[in-house]
């Protein structure tokens, strides 16, 4: 059964502390994306990846970075969480071109105290 | 400007009967469109999608409609069980770049029993 697998489905972080979010895809796509979710808003793109080591800015990359050394993994880094980053988040993967819908992640949900 | 949208935040019906969730999009060069659904603390998960060249397409138990006249498209669900409760968005793609995808909000469906 093809999969995005995200390492963790909560977690409870400090502010100020460095929060790395994981995600593998076992579907040889190229195309790879964090979102994160909130209420009345809806999923917005925070950034994404079309190949190994490449990536891109999405609607809301400010406070996060991201990190792509393997085609199948893809990593979110905040590098100073904030109480403003509690959310949902989640990952995403699509092969590179064509019209195909994404194979999204469990999500994560990271609360931040 | 570009836009995906529902017109009812939530929807409540009745066991057995069918469902029809609605959305707007605004973007006339849109050619791929996706229903998801979204189960309390999972991801969302791909249902049903439709290309710009056809009308309607078939699941099991889903019907997607698509009417570019108005740019609306409806996804129906036939005999509406408990488990099909859930939020439900709609997504659209303006290209063959997996990047272009832009969600909706969601409609939450609720199932009287």
């Known amino acids: 059964d093809v999969k995005v697998t995200q390492s963790s489905r909560y977690l409870v972080k400090r502010t100020g502390e460095k929060v790395f979010l994981e995600c593998v895809q076992d579907m040889d796509h190229e195309n790879m994306f964090w979102y994160r979710q909130d209420p009345g808003l809806g999923l917005r793109l925070i950034y994404f990846s079309y190949d190994v080591k490449m990536k891109e800015k999405g609607d809301i990359p400010e406070g996060y970075s991201v990190s792509r050394e393997k085609k199948e993994r893809f990593s979110l880094i905040l590098e100073s969480a904030s109480t403003n980053q509690t959310s949902m988040y989640l990952c995403?993967?699509?092969?590179?071109?064509?019209?195909?819908?994404?194979?999204f992640g469990s999500g994560t949900r990271l609360t931040v105290v | 400007g570009e836009s995906v949208g529902l017109h009812l935040p939530t929807l409540s019906v009745q066991e057995g009967d069918n469902s029809i969730i609605n959305c707007a999009y605004s973007?006339?060069?849109?050619?791929?469109f996706i229903w998801y659904k979204q189960e309390s603390g999972k991801g969302p998960q791909f249902i049903i999608d439709i290309r710009s060249n056809m009308d309607k397409r078939q699941g099991q138990r889903v019907t997607v409609l698509l009417n570019k006249t108005v740019k609306h498209l409806s996804l129906q669900i036939a005999a509406t069980q408990p488990g099909d409760s859930a939020v439900y968005f709609c997504?659209?793609?303006?290209?063959?770049?997996?990047?272009?995808?832009?969600f909706g909000s969601g409609t939450r469906l609720s199932i009287r029993p």
């Open positions: 995403a993967s699509s092969p590179l071109t064509g019209n195909y819908g994404y194979t």
């Open positions: 973007n006339s060069a849109s050619d791929y």
């Open positions: 997504a659209e793609n303006m290209g063959s770049s997996a990047s272009k995808i832009i």
